[in-house]
């Protein structure tokens, strides 16, 4: 213990001692209480020798917190903040400071989980729920989900639905060719394993005589152009195809809704309702459909049902469409939402209400007019007549000099195939305007101007119908009611700055203060994604020193940042795979081996790359098993692409097989898919590229820090061997011509989040991060070795240890006592704790992942809490009371069972509201009771009800 505390004190003490939860003494307790003579006897009883990892990480030595701070701001320097007219899709934005500083810089809202539980959720699904009113009342479409990842993966989501639902047999499907270029990149990236074909036209012209499923129109258009798209429609709608809309929220204030010219869906980015650039994100896409599509609309849903006591109460509706059920048959491979930015456009749509909305964009717009008159004056007529707030001007000869002259006022503009374009927002102000128009050549004035001019919107396609009606969109409009409605919200969720929350494969560790710092300051946060390279110079250094890092930890050769989810990383991985096949003349590879204890996304992700899934079975210890196999293997031999496995497994153990399977499949002509999900048992001691993985994802919302933001945002690259380098995904904005394009719009993915999972390896160290690798692990068989006597945990090594995470299996008990998986979940909440995973991997039993980041208190905390559990589960057993009249079922208890002024329990109400040893001063209470999620399904409700609903419900 000396020699590590002084090694450490020289080198990796400042900050990895404030990440790592365990004091060097708690180690010592807990070593004993595991038998394990040392952390380093532990290691080895714990993973397979033969895959230990020969020399230690090298990463540089550590900085301290005041140090990466310093570092940060150099880096910062070096990237240079123009003013931005680039458009495309991505919009300067005022973010209200209350609603910055209170939900994105708020670890009440940022450290929060997805919202599986919805008793402790209640807040963030009010918020979401707004968010998906919001959208249905600007689309002008029924039901929206609860955000998508971003606009391009939005559109071919909204294509793979159409294809479902169309009754055209064609497998072609027709893009605008005024849609935004990163869009058709990705749709362009989604059809062609699937063997449909994109028809790029004109919809004003071309539509009528193309066979096609569906059609993907923008409106307005990535030029600007401003169309009526209901004979387009119409003709879709003649065919028996579906149309789908690219709409800009900001200027569907304006103009009619997608719903009104007739559209199926609409998606788009909620990006400008507040939401910083980021040099490409994290922003919330949105979808929306009509009634009768809702079943099959991917992503998160969040809809209304009641409690207990039949209060409403919001939950996540519609589970049965996704993956974790449905795995190849899914309606797509996303896990995650983009909640907490869904949540910010959402606070920016009720600080402003819909006329503060409404008074932006006619500002926004009023000035594109102005600027329009004013390039008319001078000689460059802007291409459409009608427009938003962006204008295309094809500058002839003058293009350069023009684009050097706006350079040179420090503004970017839009450049095009053929013209320039220049794209104004709610940051723009008339000296933007003036500014732009000396870089075509002339000095006017912007208040001339703007007494002569007309708007440019036209009079057939003016918005006419209300939207925000709903009373949450009128009663914020203060600071101090704004305040207030976040505080009161946040106050109702559960999240990691009130306790620990020991989910199973989800990593919920440490997002330390330091880390999430950088991401706000303009330099990171307002880059747009295509702004020139040599003004993102320190987003590039940072991208350069963690791709090689992230090599460095995994011994992988090349990393992609561009996947912004662990299911993006996943497709992009097999489309890796898939093209590396191709490369070789061995197209006809499809078959994937997927073990039956995956993750959803793996088979969801497999389909949606055109492979064929051969699901191997596990052995009764959880490992896979090796004999099935390599009999399937064998059995697919000329057909394999590859197998997906997750490493340490599913079932929290490091199998002793794993070189042995990566043999086989390599030996049948497949490549390894290592789901590097559970990295944080690995890091530091040993790595996939080492062991025979060719490609993983690595999730850097679990492992490096980035936190889950209650459900999303995350980050997913992918790391690969040498051979799979050159089918990494390309983008159009940086790699036009790569074999593989792109999977998201931005050629970086969430590029402003980098930064945090960046400051963590900054900070940690090599050293550090070994340490955190096996306190984690160390914290894992702490919370076994407590609780296997009172629920056994249900596989472990062939000496007894788990990895990072355990599974507890209540199952015995429902026989005993008939308690179920979820009476035990929300029970926790009673103690004050967010459940651990619930019947995944294996239905009925619990998973557990502590992570290095909690502290022997709060693992003594959580362990009292579940042995005090089995108590009352023991009381059941022994006849005290039936489990339908136990505190168990009736949990969670809220306030209105410690006030009921009718208690009849067969149990005191301080023994169900505070159960052993919980504080009655630092009491968590959840706003509602136990949710009932069948109601929620059968009678759903997707966004604010109607306020005349309110009125008949008042009456
Ligand atoms: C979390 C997880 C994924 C998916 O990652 P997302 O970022 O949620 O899309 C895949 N596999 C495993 C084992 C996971 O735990």
């Known amino acids: 213990m000396t020699a590590h505390r002084k090694s450490s ?107 599986y539980q919805p008793e402790i959720s209640q807040g963030r699904l009010e918020a979401l729920f707004n968010f998906q009113t919001m959208i249905c009342d600007l689309t002008g479409l029924d039901v929206a989900n609860a955000s998508l990842l971003d606009e391009a993966t939005a559109a071919a989501e909204a294509m793979a639905l159409a294809e479902r639902h169309s009754k055209v047999e064609a497998k072609a499907f027709f893009v605008d060719k005024d849609v935004h270029p990163q869009t058709l990149a990705v749709m362009r990236t989604r059809a062609e394993p699937l063997g449909w074909t994109l028809v790029v036209g004109d919809p004003l012209t071309d539509l009528d005589k193309a066979d096609v499923l569906g059609a993907l129109l923008q409106y307005p258009g990535t030029s600007g152009a401003l169309r009526d798209l209901r004979p387009a429609i119409a003709a879709l709608k003649a065919k028996g195809a579906l149309a789908i809309v690219a709409a800009d929220l900001l200027a569907l204030t304006l103009i009619a809704s997608p719903g009104e010219l007739g559209a199926d869906i609409a998606v788009g980015s909620a ?79 009720t600080y402003h209400g819909p006329e503060g909305l409404t008074q932006i964009a006619r500002t926004v717009h009023r000035r594109t007019a102005v600027l329009a008159a004013g390039l008319r004056k001078l000689g460059f007529a802007p291409d459409s007549d009608t427009f938003f707030d ?132 303009p330099e990171f946060g307002n880059l747009h994604p295509f702004a020139p390279r040599e003004q993102a110079a320190g987003y590039h250094a940072l991208f350069a020193r963690l791709e090689k890092w992230l090599c460095d930890i995994t011994g992988y050769d090349a990393i992609s940042l561009q996947p912004n989810s662990g299911a993006q990383g996943e497709y992009a991985g097999l489309l890796a795979i898939r093209a590396y096949h191709a490369a070789r003349g061995e197209s006809h590879r499809k078959i994937c081996l997927i073990p039956s204890s995956a993750h959803g996304t793996n088979p969801a992700s497999a389909a949606m790359v055109g492979m064929d899934v051969v699901v191997v079975a596990c052995e009764k210890n959880g ?98 061997k040498a051979h799979l380098a050159p089918f990494l995904p390309g983008h159009p904005a940086t790699q036009a011509d790569a074999p593989v394009g792109p999977v998201s719009a931005a050629p970086f993915g969430s590029a402003s989040i980098l930064t945090i999972s960046y400051i963590y390896i900054l900070m940690m160290g090599g050293e550090g991060l070994k340490r955190a690798t096996e306190i984690a692990i160390l914290n894992a068989n702490y919370i076994a070795a407590r609780l296997d006597a009172h629920f056994p945990v249900l596989y472990k090594n062939e000496k007894g240890r788990v990895a990072h995470e355990c599974i507890v299996d209540p199952r015995p008990l429902k026989t005993t006592s008939g308690v179920t ?74 306030v209105h069972d410690i006030a009921d002024d009718d208690w009849k329990r067969a149990y005191a109400r301080s023994e169900g509201c505070f159960p052993d040893g919980v504080s009655r001063t630092d009491k968590y209470w959840c706003p509602v009771g136990r949710v009932d999620n069948v109601y929620g399904d059968r009678n759903l409700v997707c966004s604010c009800p109607p306020v005349s609903d309110y009125a008949e419900a008042a009456e």
């Open 821 to 894: 998986v979820d009476d035990i979940a929300k029970r926790l909440i009673d103690y004050g704790f967010h459940a651990p995973t619930m019947s995944f991997p294996v239905p009925g039993t619990l998973m557990i992942e502590p992570t290095e980041s909690e502290s022997k208190a709060e693992l003594d905390r959580f362990c009292d809490a579940m042995i005090a559990i089995r108590k009352e589960i023991a009381e059941v057993e022994a006849g005290r009371f039936k489990i339908e009249a136990s505190p168990l079922r009736h949990a969670p208890h809220t």
């Open 390 to 521: 962006t204008l295309s001007v094809d500058a002839g000869a003058k293009r350069t000099e023009i684009v050097a002259r706006a350079a040179a006022e420090k503004i970017n503009l839009g450049v095009g195939d053929a013209s320039l374009r220049i794209a104004l927002d709610e940051t723009t102000t008339p000296a933007t305007v003036e500014a732009v128009w000396r870089a075509f050549g002339g000095t006017l004035a912007y208040a001339e101007l703007d007494a002569t001019t007309r708007e440019a919107l036209p009079d057939d396609l003016k918005r006419t119908t209300t939207f925000l009606t709903h009373p949450v969109f009128h009663a914020h409009r203060s600071e101090t009611e704004m305040l207030r409605y976040m505080r009161k919200l946040s106050d109702r969720d559960l999240a990691l700055d009130r306790a620990m929350i020991p989910l199973g494969s989800c990593t919920m560790k440490l997002n330390a203060t330091t880390e999430m710092m950088s991401l706000t300051w």
């Open 9 to 115: 004190g020289e080198t990796a003490a400042n900050f990895a001692r404030r990440h790592i939860g365990p004091s060097a003494r708690d180690v010592t307790a807990m070593l004993e209480t595991v038998g394990a003579k040392s952390v380093d006897a532990l290691m080895a009883e714990t993973l397979p020798s033969s895959i230990r990892q020969a020399a230690p990480l090298d990463l540089g030595k550590p900085l301290s917190e005041t140090e990466a701070i310093a570092h940060m701001a150099e880096l910062a320097r070096q990237n240079q903040v123009f003013t931005s007219l680039i458009g495309q899709g991505y919009s300067g934005t005022i973010l209200p400071a209350v609603i910055q500083r209170n939900i994105l810089e708020n670890p009440a809202w940022y450290t929060a989980y997805t919202p």
């Open 623 to 720: 490992d896979v098993d090796v004999n099935d196999l390599r009999a399937k293997a064998e059995q697919h031999s000329n057909d394999l692409a590859a197998v997906m496995i997750t490493y340490p497994s599913t079932h929290g153990v490091f199998e002793e097989h794993i070189k042995e399977i990566c043999d086989i499949v390599h030996g049948h002509g497949g490549q390894v898919y290592l789901d590097g999900a559970n990295l944080n048992a690995q890091v530091g001691l040993s790595r996939p590229g080492d062991y025979g993985a060719d490609v993983s994802h690595l999730n850097l919302h679990k492992t490096f820090c980035i936190p889950h933001g209650g459900g999303g945002p995350g980050m997913g690259p992918i790391g690969v």
């Open 271 to 349: 990006q400008r309702f507040g939401v910083p650039m980021g040099y490409g994100g994290p922003h919330a896409a949105y979808m929306a459909v009509r009634d009768a599509l809702k079943r099959s609309l991917p992503g998160r849903i969040v809809g209304l049902s009641v409690d207990s006591r039949g209060a409403p109460a919001y939950r996540l509706a519609l589970q049965t469409r996704e993956q974790h059920i449905r795995r190849e048959k899914a309606t797509s491979n996303i896990c995650t939402a983009q909640v907490l930015l869904a949540v910010i456009a959402a606070m920016y749509a």
